[in-house]
Structures are given as C-alpha cells and as structure tokens.
C-alpha cells in the first residue's frame, strides 16, 4: 500500500526542531514510520514529529519496516475503539476476572501485535489462523486457536466463551469475517473493531474502523493533543493511552515484542 517504510535521514526540513533528527548516515538518523503513500519510492518526505521513530536497536531495515502501521493499530483497536484499560492500571481483587477477547485473524500483521498487547493486559486471548500457524499465534501468547477455515468455528468459538463474548478485533474486515465475527459475540452484544469500514451485521453488535492513517489524520490538525504510545505517534484521548505513554519505557522492557517471522522483502518475489 505504499504506508511503511524505513530508512536513513538524508536532510532535514528547514522546520524540523533543532536536535530533533541527525542528517545522513548515522545510526540514530535510521528511521521507521508510517507514510501515506509513498513508501515504494526511492526518497520520501516525512512528518518528523508523527511520522518517523528510531529503529530499535539490533533491527534490520526489513524488520523495522513492519513497525509502522501494524503496532499502533493494534494499540488503538485495545485501547481506544475497544476502550480496554492499559496494563499499567491496577485493579482490586474483585476485578481481576480474566476477561475474554477475540482477535480474528491472528496471523496477520495487527493480529499478531494484538494478541501480544492483549496477553500484556492480562486478557484471555482466542485467535483464528489456518492450521499451519497454530504454534506461531500460540508462541505469541493465543490461548485457544480456531481454524477459521471450519464451517462450524463461529459455534466453535460461542462455546468456548459460552456466549459470553463481548469484545473483538477483525484484522480482515472482507469476505466472511463480518458475519463470523459478529455472530460470535453473545446474544446481548457487544463491540468489534474493524480494519475495513462495513456495516454490523448484527444490530446489537457495534462496529468501528480502527485504522493508523485515520487516527492520525485528526492528530494532524491538533497537534498539541498527541502524545507518543512507546515511540509512536498516538492522540491523548483516553486515561489508559495517557498511562501507557507516562510508562512507555516499561512497556518496552516488559512486553518483549516478537518481531514478524518473515522478511517483508519474500512477499515481492
């Protein structure tokens, strides 16, 4: 789609705050970000406030190239359309009833960063993916795995919760995942965050499209409301974001995020 990218800084914008950014081929000037559209160019004009971060360190290119959309999607299904606390919010005794989510597609790009924030907060994450990446959602934290490829995985899953699931994440948002999705949140309802804008099949099931390029956008025109969720760009809208930022560091230290098990590159060949 030409959004993600990573690369070296080779000049800076006459507006960019002094300190912000090295010019050319320094290891701090490696960049990985989000662009709208772009990205399969050879040069590319970047926001150097929204749209570039620091590769972490021990990254390849091909690597960091991942970090732009996916991650912060994720973060803002969780944490902004699904309105789930941060993990750095303590919670009595009483409230510590493990909750349930669903991630659908949890081999995918945001799936696979979804499942691990989700095991970060503590809830008790079920994922679908084809039989051949079962042990891959497992290995990163999916407590029971369903093959979406089953005609039955949708009763499947509302026995697993017995239909009582309130909450998912649809990380492919086309074909049959609306009505699979949806039918598996319990009878009373509930919510979903999409990827791709459709509409509920299901009256009682609220829908909402959670797309990077579409928070930032508003983060744009009102640029004294972000704030950085780790090193990414995201809009201080609820207390869970605002404590997940004051913790960014802690995030990083304590959440171990596995990387993707591909090169991006293989998907050109």
């Known amino acids: 789609m030409g959004h993600d990218f990573a690369g070296v800084v080779e000049e800076?914008?006459?507006?960019?705050?002094?300190?912000?950014?090295?010019?050319?081929?320094?290891?701090?000037?490696?960049?990985?970000?989000?662009?709208?559209?772009?990205?399969f160019s050879e040069y590319l004009v970047a926001d150097a406030e929204l749209e570039v971060v620091p590769i972490p360190g021990g990254w390849s290119f091909e690597e960091a190239a991942q970090l732009g959309i996916a991650p912060i999607t994720a973060v803002q299904c969780l944490h902004?359309?699904?309105?789930?606390?941060?993990?750095?919010?303590?919670?009595?005794?009483?409230?510590?009833?493990?909750?349930?989510?669903?991630?659908?597609?949890?081999?995918?790009?945001?799936?696979?960063?979804?499942?691990?924030?989700?095991?970060?907060?503590?809830?008790?994450?079920l994922t679908t993916a084809s039989s051949k990446n079962f042990d891959l959602v497992k290995?990163?934290?999916?407590?029971?795995?369903?093959?979406?490829?089953?005609?039955?995985?949708?009763?499947?899953?509302?026995?697993?919760t017995g239909n009582a699931l309130d909450i998912a994440i649809?990380?492919?948002?086309?074909?049959?995942?609306?009505?699979q999705v949806t039918g598996a949140i319990r009878d009373k309802g509930g919510k979903v965050a999409i990827i791709l804008p459709y509409e509920s099949p299901r009256p009682?099931?609220?829908?909402?499209?959670?797309?990077?390029?579409?928070?930032?956008?508003?983060?744009r025109s009102v640029r004294s409301s972000h704030f950085v969720y780790g090193s990414f760009p995201f809009r201080k809208q609820t207390a869970s974001g605002t404590s997940i930022y004051s913790n960014?560091?802690?995030?990083?230290?304590?959440?171990?995020?596995?990387?993707?098990?591909?090169?991006p590159t293989d998907l050109l060949e």
């Open 80 to 125: 902004e359309t699904l309105e789930l606390p941060s993990p750095f919010e303590t919670k009595s005794t009483a409230e510590q009833t493990k909750r349930t989510i669903l991630i659908w597609g949890g081999a995918s790009a945001v799936g696979q960063y979804a499942i691990q924030f989700a095991k970060l907060c503590g809830l008790r994450v």
């Open 139 to 160: 290995g990163l934290g999916a407590d029971e795995v369903f093959d979406y490829r089953n005609e039955d995985v949708v009763e499947k899953i509302r026995a697993a």
């Open 170 to 179: 649809d990380t492919i948002s086309e074909g049959k995942t609306p009505e």
């Open 248 to 263: 960014r560091s802690s995030l990083r230290e304590r959440s171990n995020l596995s990387r993707f098990p591909y090169n």
């Open 204 to 219: 009682t099931v609220k829908v909402t499209f959670s797309m990077l390029p579409d928070l930032l956008r508003p983060v």
């Open 12 to 39: 800076l914008g006459p507006d960019v705050p002094e300190g912000m950014w090295t010019p050319f081929p320094f290891t701090e000037s490696h960049t990985t970000a989000v662009q709208p559209n772009g990205a």
